[in-house]
């Protein structure tokens, strides 16, 4: 009779011998109910059409996997059958696995990708832009490398008053994601005008250093503007898409950031001439301003003015000697017969007077008492004052007088006649 066995027995038995028979096993199938556990360890099902097996990867394992295990995914998984003796249940114990049908850097590359524009890593707005002559630039990359070389190369070709400040890091290999993200976050307290990140070319696995999250996050973190400069322009990586300025190659990005000093000269000899002649121009165009400004104030001045107003006057002073001389001819003219009348008017007046002055002179030598006859004939005078006879009244006293003498008299009675 057969001896009997616990249940851990039995178990114990059981993953013995799986154990042992399924050292390692490779698995196609779908993912389903992937937990991934704050301890590190991912818990997840792998399933086809008809049936499904538990499975699980530890830790460590987990931790080398380039792409996330996602719901739904379709993948190859390489491991060990094993069982959970508490339980019962068998699982495949993971050591790693790949995406069925592509690489496993390739997914992880898109899985990361997806991750990170949905973060807004990618987003446009928040790029920032580089300075047009930079004064200072943080080269982080590897010191003995190539692309060092070729990018101080361009620089003293094309601007040698830069200043390259070399951040010296591992490019590839499993601590290089790190010394370039620490590396990043020291350029960024430099105050440099610029940090270009990047290596030369190789294959996806030589370039995985710059699709790694790490890099990506001191990217974005980042105040001062970066540039991207990794493998040749058919290659793209994570850090090419967060940066804020892409190079297809580490020597393009010296050509992008840096002016040229021979084109710059050129254009700066173009500036001077086309100046030059905008110069020119504007002299010549303000010359005949002043010119016309001055012929301006020449008709509107003072000076013209007052030319203007000598010319009025001498005009006005001519105009008003023409009409003088023509109102004195005018008067002559008239004067003439005036004139004329007027002589003949004086000697007619002057013979009228002389005839009325003999008249006169004949009428007072006829009345002159010396012309008339002596005989009974007196004047009389009243206080010395030849006076009418009918001057006088009764008691007045009066002369009577002739040539040879004055008799005194008085009014003793008044007969009319």
Same mark, same amino acid.
Request: some cysteine.
């Given at each position: ?23 390692? $096993?490779? $698995? ?44 739904? =995914? ?33 997914? =992880? ?15 446009? =707005? ?103 400069a990794v493998g040749h322009e058919i290659d793209w ?156 009244? $009764? ?14 008299s008085e009014v003793v009675e008044i007969i009319s006649m």
């Amino acid at each position: 009779m057969a001896s009997t066995l616990s249940v851990s027995g039995l178990n114990e038995q059981i993953k013995t011998l799986l154990e042992t028979s399924f050292e390692f $096993v490779s $698995v196609e199938g779908e993912l389903s109910r992937v937990t991934k556990h704050g301890s590190g360890h991912i818990y997840f099902t792998l399933k086809d059409n008809d049936s499904a097996i538990k499975c699980v990867m530890f830790k460590g394992n987990a931790a080398r996997l380039k792409f996330s295990l996602e719901e739904g =995914a379709h993948i190859i998984l390489h491991g060990a059958l094993s069982l959970y003796k508490p339980r019962g249940e068998y699982q495949i114990n993971a050591f790693s696995a790949e995406p069925y049908g592509a690489g496993a850097l390739a997914v =992880a590359f898109e899985q990361l990708k997806q991750k990170l524009e949905a973060k807004g890593y990618f987003d446009p =707005a928040r790029k920032k832009t580089f300075p047009k002559f930079p004064e200072i630039i943080v080269l982080v990359t590897s010191a003995t490398g190539a692309a060092l070389q070729d990018m101080q190369r361009v620089a003293s070709g094309r601007w040698p008053l830069v200043k390259l400040i070399v951040l010296d890091v591992l490019v590839q290999g499993s601590s290089a994601s790190g010394q370039i993200a620490d590396a990043l976050r020291y350029a960024d307290t430099l105050n440099a005008d610029a940090v270009v990140v990047g290596r030369g070319g190789g294959s996806i696995e030589d370039l995985w250093a710059f699709n790694e999250e790490i890099v990506a996050d001191a990217i974005f973190a980042m105040n001062t503007p970066v540039m991207s400069a990794v493998g040749h322009e058919i290659d793209w990586v994570i850090s090419d898409y967060v940066c804020d300025m892409r190079a297809p190659t580490p020597s393009a990005a010296m050509q992008m950031l840096l002016p040229d000093q021979n084109e710059l000269s050129q254009s700066i000899d173009e500036i001077r001439y086309s100046a030059y002649g905008m110069i020119t121009q504007r002299l010549e165009r303000k010359r005949e301003q002043l010119l016309s400004m001055q012929e301006a104030f020449k008709r509107h001045g003072v000076e013209h003015r007052l030319e203007v107003q000598r010319e009025l006057v001498k005009e006005l002073r001519e105009r008003l000697n023409r009409q003088m001389t023509q109102r004195l001819e005018q008067s002559r003219r008239e004067l003439t017969p005036l004139m004329e009348r007027l002589t003949q008017s004086i000697e007619s007046t002057l013979r009228q007077k002389r005839f009325m002055i003999t008249q006169l002179t004949e009428g007072f030598n006829a009345n002159h008492p010396k012309n008339k006859n002596k005989s009974g004939f007196a004047q009389i005078a009243r206080d010395g004052k030849v006076i009418d006879l009918d001057e006088l009244s $009764v008691g007045d006293r009066f002369d009577a007088m002739n040539e040879r003498r004055v008799v005194r008299s008085e009014v003793v009675e008044i007969i009319s006649m």
